[in-house]
């Protein structure tokens, strides 16, 4: 209750690589504890990407009641200095078991799907906490390896936070995405096409006369 080491963390996403259904049967039969362990896991994990993977673990192997509980202490958690918290464990979550976003509550994930895209506008301004990592290569991670539906929400939330910036984080993801996967790119823009078409004007928009 008083450390702010990951123990918990480490326990936790243990259990669930090596006995899912030990997991899942100490979650169902003492739900007050393992929430309580699942608080303290994501409260004490920072925005590395190893806390990332080890939450990831967990989501890909525990039963959706506690994915939900999961991520929504990574939501909650997701602030402050640990503000790229909800973009580390969304990418680790799509690098390993991507239809596991199906079952994750839609108020939950829209809500990480803004904090990633805040973070990343925040790296490009130069404000909050600058991770070492490339905010633009997560976002653009995240839409190539996710679902059409939840790649179109990220879209959708970079095109609500760009209206009144000026840097060039649209047109930044835009030409990743387009780098990793044309095919997703394609298939975004066909069932997107308001919604690309918005991200294409702001990024030649906010674009400079650069090479």
């Known amino acids: 209750s008083s450390t702010e080491n990951n123990l918990s963390l480490q326990v936790i ?3 669930s690589e090596k006995d899912t259904t030990k997991l899942n049967t100490l979650s169902e039969n003492n739900k007050e504890q393992m929430d309580t362990l699942t608080e303290s896991a994501v409260k004490n994990a920072d925005a590395s990407e190893e806390s990332a993977q080890l939450i990831a673990k967990v989501v890909a192997n525990a039963s959706d009641e506690l994915v939900n509980k999961v991520v929504e202490e990574v939501s909650k958690n997701s602030t402050d200095e640990n503000q790229t918290l909800s973009a580390q464990v ?7 078991e991507p239809n596991k976003l199906d079952i ?3 108020d939950v994930k829209d809500k990480m799907i ?3 895209i805040e973070s990343a506008q925040n790296q490009q301004e130069g404000t909050g906490v600058q991770q070492d990592q490339d905010m633009t290569s997560i ?3 995240i839409i190539v390896n996710s679902n059409t539906e939840t790649g179109s ?13 000026e840097n060039d984080l649209s047109l930044k993801v835009i030409s990743a995405i ?5 095919t997703k790119l394609n298939t975004l823009s066909e069932n997107n096409k ?3 078409e918005k991200l294409t004007e702001t990024a030649i928009k906010n674009a400079d006369a650069s090479e």
């Not at 969304?90 to 390993?96: E, F, H, N, P, S």
């Not at 929400?153 to 910036?165: G, P, R």
């Open 153 to 165: 929400k990220m879209i959708e939330e970079l095109n609500n936070s760009s209206t009144d910036t």
């Open 114 to 116: 803004k904090q990633t």
């Open 90 to 96: 969304l990418k680790a979550i799509v690098d390993t």
């Open 13 to 15: 996403s243990g259990i």
């Open 194 to 196: 308001e919604q690309i």
């Open 139 to 141: 976002v653009s991670d």
């Open 178 to 182: 387009s780098e990793k996967d044309t």
């Open 104 to 106: 994750i509550e839609n």
